[in-house]
């Protein structure tokens, strides 16, 4: 996996399983549940979609696939609580 942590140049880096645990099983920031929905959109390389697939899967909620091409670039952050806002149905 890939970060670019303070430097902004990525780099390789190693992340344990017991890692992705402790970010994404009751994190006291943020609510994760069954009903969590995230549209995942980080390449699988980066370590933001490490978040983005453990916050779905391991709380029993829904990680949403989409093409590159159905998210806008200039797409709003998340809500205030973490959960992703409803994207329109391209086409």
């Given amino acids: 996996m890939f970060t ?3 430097t902004g140049l990525p780099k390789e880096v190693s992340v ?3 890692s992705v645990v402790g ?10 549940d069954e009903q969590v ?3 995942q959109t980080g390449a ?3 370590d933001a979609s490490t978040f983005e697939i453990g916050a779905a ?3 029993g909620g829904t990680l949403i696939l989409t093409r590159k091409d159905t ?3 200039d797409r709003p952050p998340p809500g205030r609580d973490g959960r992703t806002r409803p994207v329109r ?3």
């Fill in 4 to 6: 670019s942590g303070t």
């Fill in 16 to 18: 344990s399983q017991a």
């Fill in 23 to 32: 970010l994404v099983r009751d994190p006291g920031w943020i609510t994760l």
């Fill in 37 to 39: 929905r995230v549209l």
């Fill in 44 to 46: 699988l390389s980066f």
């Fill in 57 to 59: 899967l391991l709380n």
């Fill in 71 to 73: 998210v806008p670039p």
């Fill in 89 to 91: 149905r391209a086409g």
